[in-house]
């Protein structure tokens, strides 16, 4: 797994709590969508938050994002 450095990590947990100026958060978006570490890490946030919260976990298994978007063919 590559690291990500802390500026991007910051990024991140300020566009969770909404905090995130607009350009930035536009910026970010993309990088997770082309960046399986930063994924991975918002995941793990994601799940731990949730946990914290008391709410209901349920684990997708491996795989089940990217068989949903083949099966939605290309976004255009």
């Known amino acids: 797994m590559t690291d990500i450095d802390d500026r991007l990590k910051e990024q991140l947990s300020a566009w969770l ?21 930063l994924r991975a890490q ?21 795989g089940f994002a990217e068989r949903v978007q083949s099966g939605l063919g290309p976004v255009s």
């Open 42 to 62: 918002f995941e793990r946030w994601q799940l731990a938050s949730a946990c914290l919260r008391g709410q209901p976990v349920r684990l997708m298994p491996p």
């Open 17 to 37: 709590d909404g905090e995130l100026p607009a350009d930035e958060a536009r910026f970010l978006q993309r990088r997770l969508d082309n960046d399986p570490a």
